[in-house]
């Protein structure tokens, strides 16, 4: 009897978890035209304050996610005034060159990102980055070049020794250990720490803040292992946000990533892939986070399955066949006790089972996905 009255008891419970989450999944629409009269009120409520919006995606690979995007792209630039954005790009590059070429190919070269960029053109959005990685086509040709007119016309002293290797570390990238000696990068750290001290330097905040961000680059592509790399760059990323958004305070931003790197807590098991974690910690209250994953993928198998299981995020779903937007946020507010609450889900970060909820102000669910395409 006793077993009867435990189970009931259970069943009741999941099923209160399932009704209270229901009542925060809100259903949208088709991808080329997402967003419900329902969804954007959520929006509307929760943008109030907010000067930045991070659109992340589970994987670099899914071109469906993009499209998803750059829906939501449409709605915070026609509806709430969002004329910038910022990609998990090259900061140097695009500060000086708002140019989609600067971006990473996976998004300047993918079919599925075309309609965004002719958005962003067509309605005036500035395109900016944020990644201390420079691999842009305008760093490649131009880093070594500015700073020396930069020093130059500042009558700052320098050696072409400076000049020479910092052109190498842009241009070698991951292959630096092999091209470059342990004595110059100790040279170049040093010299750039010389730089930093200059008071010419210290009084133009966009050369102190570029100096700073390429200093990271060296330890970076030089690091023993992914992990200490990943690290160093998600705490830069999370400066140069931060650079972009204080030096111009008037503006909103909308900042594209992955979803891995806008988690808006530091935890140990994402090992160093914390830039929305620090980014939060510099500026409190300003963000809201939306992650995006696809449910069907081609090697993806028993999705029915897993959306049976009381411990998977589809669960919570009404169906696998459409696509949803879950109201974290709300949820969190109304149950708090859904903020420490672990489920497997899809979203790619280096834990599938975690408090998801927590994470991210809004999940977004796209059922059918497809790989991203590119242009010929």
Sequence with gaps: MKKIIYIIFLMCGINSLLAQVEQHVYELIAINNLLTKQVKEVLDKNLVYKKVVFLGESEHHIGSEFLVKTEFVKYLVVEKGYKDIAFESDFFGLLFEHDKKNILSIWSHSVQCQELFEFLEKNNVTIWGFDNQMFSPYAYFNFSKNLEEFLNENKIGYDKRLIELSDLVVKSRFKLKKKVSKKDLEYLTVTIDRLLSNIKIQSNSMWNHILKSFKTTIP?????????????????????????????????????????????????????????????????????????????????????????????????????????????????????????????????????????????????????????????
């Design 220 to 376: 970076m592509l030089t690091a023993k292992n992914d992990i200490e790399g990943i690290a160093i760059r998600d705490a830069q990323m999370a400066k140069n946000l931060d650079f972009l958004i204080k030096t111009m305070p008037d503006k909103k931003f909308i900042v594209w990533l992955a979803n891995a790197h806008m988690t808006k807590y530091e935890y140990d098991f994402m090992k160093g892939q914390t830039m929305g974690g620090q980014f939060v910690k510099l500026n409190p209250e300003i963000s809201y986070h939306i992650a995006v994953s696809t449910i069907y993928m081609p090697y993806r198998s028993g999705i029915e399955k897993l959306s049976e299981d009381k411990e998977n995020l589809l669960h919570f779903l009404p169906s696998v066949k459409n696509n949803y937007f879950i109201d974290s946020k709300q949820l969190i507010v109304d149950y708090p006790e859904f903020s420490e609450k672990e489920y497997h889900g899809m979203f790619n970060l280096r834990k599938n089972k975690t408090n998801w909820f927590k994470h991210f102000d809004a999940l977004v669910f796209i059922s059918k996905g497809e790989k991203v395409k590119f242009l010929e």
